[in-house]
Every structure is written in structure tokens, then in C-alpha cells.
């Protein structure tokens, strides 16, 4: 089980994307809205190293706040 230990996973969490050129980007200042493709009742994305493993829903317990999966995303062989 150590060996597992020492393995470093990068997890990530999207909420929704959008194509924005830089020039856009560069230009936008504090309070700027950004529109997502994804809905409030969209389930988010979750991604380990890059790859999609599942889908999930936020929620907030003692203020803090959790993504609960809700589904595994399987990949075909």
C-alpha cells in the first residue's frame, strides 16, 4: 500500500468551458462574467491527469463545498 501512497493524481472539477481568443481574455477585468456551455443543473466533469472518470453535483455541508459523483464515467475498451 505504500507504493500507492506516493502516486500523485491531478484532479480537476469543470463546471462548464467556452472558446474565448486571448485578445478577449486579456481585456477582461475583475467582475467580468464568462459564459459556460453548461447549464446550473448540468452535472460537472471530472477529470484525473487529464482523462474524464466522472460526472458529479456540488453541495455544501458546514460551508464547505463537496462534489459528490453521481456517476463513473466507463471508457470502452
Do not use: C, W
Not at 462574467?33 to 477529470?47: C, H, K, Q, S
Not at 453535483?57 to 463513473?72: M, P
Amino acid at each position: 500500500m505504500n507504493t500507492l501512497e506516493t502516486i500523485e493524481v491531478d484532479i480537476s472539477v469543470e463546471l462548464g468551458a467556452t472558446i474565448l481568443p486571448v485578445h478577449h481574455l486579456l481585456r477582461l477585468g475583475r467582475g467580468a462574467v464568462i459564459e459556460l456551455d453548461a447549464f446550473e443543473d448540468d452535472p460537472m466533469r471530472i477529470y484525473a491527469n487529464n482523462t474524464l472518470i466522472a460526472k458529479g453535483e456540488i453541495s455544501v455541508d458546514d460551508g464547505q463545498l463537496n462534489v459528490v459523483v453521481t456517476e463513473k464515467v466507463i471508457k470502452p475498451v
